[in-house]
């Protein structure tokens, strides 16, 4: 299955909700239930799956990773991130 198109989500202001799934097989992004769900191969340690998640969700999405900032579920699976 391919990683859906995201770039809808790319506007200034959009906060995005995920669900991460760390020490997956492969990174990858899906849509199961309407719901964004990322997978990343790294381990949840000193914020490494973070920004794992960010840097893939910002490629999906066509941005520099340095305008997607974390609001909230920074030690969560469920997270929030917002484009600036």
Known sequence: MADPDLTHL????????IRV??????????LEDDQIRV???????DGKANAA???LLAKHMGLAKSRL??????TSRDKVFRVD
């Open 53 to 55: 998640v960010q840097k």
């Open 10 to 17: 790319a506007q200034v202001g959009t906060e995005i909700a």
């Open 39 to 45: 997978y990343v191969t790294v381990l949840p340690e």
């Open 21 to 30: 799934t760390p020490k997956a097989s492969r990174n990858r992004i899906t």
């Open 69 to 74: 900032a974390l609001i909230r579920g920074a």
